[in-house]
């Protein structure tokens, strides 16, 4: 099997987590703050908040953005079920924009016309998208931000692949083009 990415675990990674698995605190603790604290600091956002998991985290950003019943949220195809879920948790509608071959990612082009062809023809527009930067590799935030001020929508970044990757110049998950990643 080839492997779509790879990931750095060093020994003193290992060493923090069974020195949390010996502590008091398996959940909560001091050292919850502490890491939202340093990913908030890495990637240049102003808040982190630590949850169980990548989908909860998703779910979570979608119920404060307001999604509800018969909203609509647009993902790529390619990328966890729960790009997608999360929307479906919270009685939303999901529907999806095609790729770009060369990146995987969303495709701005078909993310486009997708919006033009339903503002023309008086379907509902999206009230959030999710791109996913898939493997480390940045979908085109700036262009996806500014298509959400011209049509209205939030953005959420699902940025589960990409924590460390940078997007001109600026860490992805800094939230910069995005309501919330």
Do not use: R
């Not at 959940?27 to 982190?48: C, H, I, K, R």
């Amino acid at each position: 099997m080839i492997p779509y990415g790879k990931q750095d675990i060093t020994q003193k990674d290992i060493d923090a987590v069974v020195e949390v698995l010996h502590s008091d605190f398996l959940t909560q603790g001091p050292v919850v703050p502490l890491f939202e604290d340093t990913v908030s600091a890495y990637v240049g956002a102003n808040y982190a908040l630590a949850v169980n998991s990548a989908t909860s985290a998703l779910h979570i950003a979608c119920l404060a953005l307001g999604l509800k019943n018969e909203d609509v949220v647009w993902t790529t195809p390619i990328s966890f079920v729960a790009s997608a879920n999360c929307a479906l948790y919270c009685g939303a509608k999901i529907d999806f924009v095609d790729i770009d071959e060369k990146t995987n990612n969303l495709s701005v082009s078909k993310l486009e016309e997708k919006l033009l062809d339903h503002k023309n023809n008086n379907k509902l527009l999206p009230k959030i998208v999710i791109p996913v930067h898939l493997a480390g590799n940045s979908c085109d935030m700036e262009a996806i931000h500014k298509l959400s001020k011209k049509y209205d929508f939030k953005i959420i970044e699902d940025a589960s692949h990409a924590i460390g990757a940078k997007y001109k110049n600026q860490s992805v998950g800094s939230c910069c083009y995005s309501d919330i990643t």
